[in-house]
């Protein structure tokens, strides 16, 4: 029996995210868009629309759609703001920052999950710059970002990261703790002002890389 994919995704959105408190309309629009079956492996597919992370291999993740859902309206997003992502993945966090119309870079340090989101971004239309490198240390090039997405856990806030920040209310939203349980701490940066606010306990893979921790 063929899988009805656009009705498994508005009961997620009901279920998972409207009920769990996301109000944001731009949010709920991209997560009624973004095909996320799509981006999670073609064995896993029918467990796309499911309450919790799914791998994507490589040892990685495709994160649960609420964190998803959270990490983006804790951005509070125009649709026209250039945000940089840290960790590509599977690509999904990426095409729901492009679909809210922001202008997109993100960096992955796996090639193979780098070029497979790439290709899938690309065949969805998307427009998202993507780098295969260490994003700890940011991407300098096209810096100051209006936001920062890290989507991996790291020991502290990068220092790289801050300095890309946008100082006209820069907003970075990253995992921080231990390699296996982490809060989602969120820093706001008016001129030299850094405020930092926790979200709430989460669980990421590790970010590696030289502000992260080691491989
Ligand atoms: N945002 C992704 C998505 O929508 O599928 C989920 C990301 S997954 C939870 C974390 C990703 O961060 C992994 O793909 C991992 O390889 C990547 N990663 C870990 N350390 C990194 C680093 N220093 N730079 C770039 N990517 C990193």
Do not use: H
């Not at 508005?10 to 095909?35: C, H, N, T, Y």
């Not at 981006?39 to 499911?50: C, G």
């Not at 729901?96 to 239309?125: F, P, Q, T």
Request: charged share 30%; glycine share 8%; with cysteine.
């Amino acid at each position: 029996m063929e899988i009805n994919f656009e009705e498994l995704r508005r009961q997620m959105v009901e279920q998972q995210l409207i009920k769990r408190g996301i109000r944001d309309k731009k949010v709920i629009s991209a997560f009624l868009k973004v095909p996320r079956e799509k981006f999670v492996p073609e064995s896993l597919k029918e467990y796309a629309y499911e309450d919790g992370p799914l791998s994507i291999g490589e040892g990685q993740t495709i994160s649960q759609p609420y964190i998803v859902a959270l990490m983006t309206e804790s951005l509070k997003l125009n649709g026209n703001e250039k945000v940089l992502e840290i960790g590509t993945g599977s690509g999904y966090q990426s095409a729901i920052l492009a679909e809210i119309g922001c202008d997109v870079y993100s960096v992955e340090r796996i090639e193979k999950l780098a070029k497979r989101a790439e290709k899938i971004l690309k065949e969805l239309n998307y427009n998202v710059k993507i780098k295969i490198g260490d994003g700890t240390l940011g991407w300098e090039e096209y810096s100051p970002f209006d936001r920062i997405i890290v989507t991996a856990a790291a020991p502290s806030i990068p220092e790289n990261l801050i300095s890309q920040l946008s100082e006209k209310d820069g907003r970075l939203i990253i995992p921080v703790g231990d390699r296996f349980i982490q809060d989602l701490i969120l820093v706001i940066k008016r001129q030299d002002i850094i405020e930092k606010l926790n979200l709430g306990g989460c669980q990421f893979v590790p970010l590696i890389g030289k502000e992260g921790w080691k491989e």
